[in-house]
């Protein structure tokens, strides 16, 4: 069985909440049942902004409409947020895993950490420093 979550539903889940106001609207939908008026006002997004925002929220499953008599209204469900915690979650202890084996670092090709060396003092005279013409930097030639 895999608890991985569907790349296309987890994709779905993190672009919903990638944005402030998708966040802020699900963070209103925690009290309860809120009406689109009432979230319209608190989050200061109106008409086709605010229904692309639902639209990608709901597309995701972290809301739903519901239709009363007294207008349209949003329902959260925290469900996804489940589905992306076990992604999150899993790569997490997997890279904490990967850092802590060494052998690993070695594989990955990383160098291993060089100590701090005192720096060489410059021995050219005060005029030379002062050119403009730089500090060679390539090996020595032989003449």
Same mark, same amino acid.
């Given at each position: 069985?895999?608890?991985?979550?569907?790349?296309?539903?987890?994709?779905?889940?993190?672009?919903?909440?990638? %944005?402030?106001?998708?966040?802020?609207?699900? $963070?209103?939908?925690?009290?309860?049942?809120?009406?689109?008026?009432?979230?319209?006002?608190?989050?200061?997004?109106?008409?086709?902004?605010?229904?692309?925002?639902?639209?990608?929220?709901?597309?995701?499953?972290?809301?739903?409409?519901?239709?009363?008599? *007294?207008?349209?209204?949003? %329902?959260?469900?925290?469900?996804?947020?489940?589905? +992306?915690?076990?992604?999150?979650?899993?790569?997490?202890?997997?890279?904490?895993?990967?850092?802590?084996?060494?052998?690993?670092?070695?594989?990955?090709? +990383?160098?291993?950490?060089?100590? *701090?060396?005192?720096?060489?003092?410059?021995?050219?005279? *005060?005029?030379?420093?002062? %050119?403009?013409?730089?500090?060679?930097?390539?090996?020595?030639? $032989?003449?």
């Amino acid at each position: 069985m895999d608890t991985m979550p569907n790349a296309n539903a987890l994709d779905e889940i993190l672009l919903a909440l990638a %944005s402030p106001v998708r966040r802020r609207i699900f $963070e209103i939908l925690f009290a309860g049942e809120a009406r689109v008026a009432d979230i319209a006002s608190a989050v200061a997004v109106r008409g086709e902004e605010l229904e692309k925002h639902i639209a990608l929220l709901e597309a995701a499953g972290l809301i739903t409409r519901l239709r009363r008599r *007294e207008g349209e209204s949003l %329902s959260g469900n925290p469900a996804p947020l489940s589905e +992306a915690a076990t992604w999150i979650n899993t790569n997490r202890e997997l890279w904490a895993m990967r850092v802590q084996m060494p052998e690993t670092r070695l594989a990955s090709g +990383a160098p291993e950490p060089v100590p *701090e060396r005192t720096p060489i003092r410059d021995r050219r005279s *005060e005029t030379e420093q002062k %050119s403009r013409r730089p500090r060679p930097t390539g090996p020595r030639r $032989e003449n």
